[in-house]
């Protein structure tokens, strides 16, 4: 491990594969993924493997994570919400148990990316867009013109709402994409002065990097949540306009 | 940054497509249908139950009230009859009285005649041995030798006078 706090995020190739001039070599991002997602279902595949009536620790925890997310569906967007919550359920267990396993020394956060990050955003982006226009055809352009204005005032208004809607996936992107990296590089940045200031000193940047794993572990969450809650609103506005 | 690193985005995006759409489809048609399930099942059985705890309760103040009103007729029941037992109980009483205070009477009326014949009686007697003892009275200071019947009209005519 290099003193670097940003060698973290490195994209190291593992097995290059290319897909008709695509790359589509698995990287560790690719494996860190892919563990997330088979951590995930076994998770809620094995914990509900027995069916008790009444759970036990595993089976609970799967249940807690369901209603949690159905909650959250439910109170944002409504009935209508229902078709969706796999979708929305996908997203917060990817990127919580994306941002959890991050956590483990030596595993890669996939979530730190960018390009993840933005495509994420644009998917629930699109996703809602499209949901929007299926449902309310061209009425759906009336999001865009907000009720109880003046007519004078449509000039100026309707360019800032067309530019908030656009900026959606951007904030909702960077957001997830700056916490985990900000987050991550703090810890390596105290870690790299512990072994530096010796057995006296060191004690003080050691402390500060277990008070920011809890810290940490928060974040994890909180990303999570305010992304799927974030994807809940959008839905929401896509399907109620307003 | 390695996450401004361009040539890095394709093989992220192509599998976070691979991973999340695998991900998509586990939780949407194994995981997510499986918890439903559970749930579901437990809300129905918790619904049945409460139902059946409702039946119950409806059952039980049923019994509850059959007993109270039972309860309550045993007693009224049996005040009747105590009221029965007491008034046959008072009639025979006064009934007893009443015989009892006419025997009285008439004893009474019995012996109050008795008291008066002998009253008379006794005056009747009087009358004769004031008769006598005037007349003794009479022999004896004066030595005159009075006649019976005018003794006892002299002797009538004093006691009248009294």
Redesign the interface.
């Known amino acids: 491990m290099s003193n670097n706090p ?1 060698q973290q ?3 190291n ?1 593992i097995v290059p594969i290319d ?1 008709g001039g ?6 560790n ?2 494996v860190a ?2 563990a ?2 088979a951590v ?2 076994i998770f ?2 094995m914990g ?1 493997g027995s ?3 009444v ?1 036990g620790r595993w ?1 609970s925890m ?2 807690l994570s ?2 949690f997310v159905a909650d959250m569906v439910r109170d944002n967007v409504g009935n209508e919400g229902r078709k969706y ?3 929305v ?2 997203l917060f ?2 990127i919580l148990f994306g941002n959890l396993l991050g956590l483990l020394p030596y595993s890669f956060t ?1 979530t ?5 990050t933005f ?2 955003a644009m ?1 629930v982006f699109i996703g809602v867009t499209l949901i929007g226009i299926a449902r309310h055809g061209l009425h759906f352009f009336s999001l865009f013109v907000p009720s109880g204005v003046p007519a004078f005032i449509y000039p100026i208004l309707v360019p800032i709402e067309v530019i908030s809607y656009l900026s959606r996936p951007v904030s909702l992107s960077i957001r997830l ?1 700056a916490n985990m ?1 900000a987050g991550h590089t703090m810890m390596k940045v105290f870690a790299g002065f512990i072994i530096p200031l010796g057995f006296i000193g060191g004690w003080a940047p050691f402390a500060v990097d277990v008070a920011l794993t809890g810290f940490e572990f928060l974040v994890a969450f909180l990303q999570a949540y305010v992304f799927a809650v974030l994807t809940c609103l959008y839905l929401n506005d896509s399907i109620h306009l307003h | 940054m390695p996450q401004l690193e361009i040539a890095t985005f394709a093989p992220q995006i192509v599998w976070l497509f691979i991973t999340f759409l695998a991900m998509y489809f586990l939780m949407a048609k194994v995981a997510l249908p499986r918890i439903a399930q559970v749930l579901d099942e437990r809300q129905t059985r918790i619904d049945d139950n409460l139902e059946k705890a409702a039946a119950l309760k409806a059952e039980a103040e049923a019994a509850a009230a059959a007993y109270e009103s039972s309860l309550a007729q045993a007693r009224s029941k049996a005040q009747e009859e105590v009221k029965a037992v007491l008034d046959a109980a008072n009639a025979e009483q006064a009934k007893r009285q009443d015989e009892l205070s006419a025997k009285l009477n008439k004893e009474l009326d019995a012996a109050e005649a008795r008291i008066a014949q002998a009253k008379d009686k006794a005056l009747a007697n009087i009358k004769e041995v004031a008769g006598d003892v005037a007349k003794a009275t009479v022999d004896k200071l004066s030595g005159v030798s009075v006649d019976d019947a005018a003794v006892q009209a002299a002797v009538a005519k004093a006691m009248e006078q009294n």
């Open positions: 940003l995020f490195q994209i190739t897909l695509i790359n589509a070599s698995i990287t991002s690719a993924m892919v997330t997602v995930v279902s809620l595949i509900m069916r008790k009536l759970p089976q799967a249940e369901y209603s919550f796999p979708a359920f996908s267990m990817f996939f730190s990316h960018i390009a993840i495509t994420l998917i994409f990296t």
